[in-house]
Nanobody
């Protein structure tokens, strides 16, 4: 059974870079044809896909592309999110997720769009 767990700071100051890590257990992130995504849900809003990393490529939401970077560490079976120049509008619950479905990715999505989800980690952007 594949399990995902997000980790990172719960509070980030405006203009700083948010860094989150997703640790995958029960399966390898290098499994062929799996895509590992970061998704967020601002207060009172729906789920928003931010970006994903596959075996050979990374993919980003067009609205967040300039501020987002996703990478992976295969030795630790982890993938990470970096979101730069954060503002209070980036306050959200951040999830990592995995599925075999690849691009094109839906920006507005539901939980049924991914097989595996982390429990989510709340991040507040505030001074």
């Amino acid at each position: 059974q594949v399990q995902l767990q997000e980790s990172g700071p719960g509070l980030v100051k405006p203009s700083q870079t948010l860094s989150l890590t997703c640790t995958v257990s029960g399966g390898s992130i290098t499994t062929y044809d799996y895509y590992w995504s970061w998704i967020r849900q601002p207060p009172g809003k729906g789920l928003e896909w931010m970006g994903a990393i596959g075996r050979r490529s990374t993919y980003y939401s067009s609205s967040l592309r300039s501020r987002t970077s996703i990478s992976r560490d295969t030795t630790k079976n982890q993938f990470t999110l970096q979101l730069s120049s954060v503002t209070p509008e980036d306050t959200a619950i951040y999830y990592c997720a995995g599925d075999t479905r690849g691009p094109p990715f839906k920006v507005v999505l539901s939980r049924s769009d991914f097989n595996y989800w982390g429990q989510g980690t709340p991040v507040t952007v505030s001074s």
